[in-house]
T-cell receptor, first 112, second 113 residues
Framework: GENVEQHPSTLSVQEGDSAVIKCTYSDSASNYFPWYKQELGKGPQLIIDIRSNVGEKKDQRIAVTLNKTAKHFSLHITETQPEDSAVYFCAASENNFNKFYFGSGTKLNVKP | EAGVAQSPRYKIIEKRQSVAFWCNPISGHATLYWYQQILGQGPKLLIQFQNNGVVDDSQLPKDRFSAERLKGVDSTLKIQPAKLEDSAVYLC???????????FGPGTRLTVT
């Protein structure tokens, strides 16, 4: 099955700086890559996703890039704010009824 | 639109006891998922339903875990008997067709002592 690795496990940045979280996947058949944000005591919430026919996608301060050849994808958050502090998870799916394989998570701390 | 509802939010039981979790997905969503999230890890899929049929239960420990979605709407996940390693957050998610975004509930935090 698919194996998704995520780095770093913790990331601390100053407010206004950029944050980058990286994931790699093993199954070349995976073609859908969502990113979820999980705040304390809540379930994960989708913040952005990308499909394998696209190399980059941007939504305001958040962007995701995908390198299919290298099997890695990254989340970029610019102009970070304290409310961005949370745990972020990447996932990969073969779109086979959307079976998601999640990374182990990155705890992002944005210091005011 | 109401989100995915789960209950209870917290549960503490002793090992070898049984426990059940309930999930009500977003109205009209055909696909329902149960995940186990151990502290410090990403969610791991336990079982996936399409309407009231099981699509994938390959990672469900069937000797102690069971789940049902009898009318294709709400679902129950049961653990019997519980072990210490079952301590985790159990997340329910739903999607409209299984090929799009999954919406997660707040989860049930289970502690087995």
């Amino acid at each position: 099955g698919e194996n998704v690795e995520q780095h770093p496990s913790t990331l601390s940045v100053q407010e206004g700086d950029s944050a980058v979280i990286k994931c790699t996947y093993s199954d070349s058949a995976s073609n859908y890559f969502p990113w979820y944000k999980q705040e304390l005591g809540k379930g994960p919430q989708l913040i952005i996703d990308i499909r394998s026919n696209v190399g980059e996608k941007k939504d305001q301060r958040i962007a995701v890039t995908l390198n299919k050849t290298a099997k890695h994808f990254s989340l970029h958050i610019t102009e970070t704010q304290p409310e961005d502090s949370a745990v972020y998870f990447c996932a990969a799916s073969e779109n086979n009824f959307n079976k998601f394989y999640f990374g182990s998570g990155t705890k992002l701390n944005v210091k005011p | 639109e109401a989100g995915v509802a789960q209950s209870p939010r917290y549960k503490i039981i002793e090992k070898r006891q049984s426990v059940a979790f309930w999930c009500n997905p977003i109205s009209g969503h055909a696909t329902l998922y149960w995940y186990q999230q151990i502290l410090g890890q990403g969610p791991k899929l336990l079982i996936q339903f399409q309407n009231n049929g099981v699509v994938d239960d390959s990672q469900l420990p069937k000797d102690r875990f069971s789940a049902e979605r009898l009318k294709g709407v709400d679902s129950t996940l049961k653990i019997q008997p519980a072990k210490l390693e079952d301590s985790a957050v159990y997340l329910c998610a739903s999607s409209s067709s299984g090929f799009d975004e999954q919406y997660f509930g707040p989860g049930t935090r289970l502690t087995v002592t």
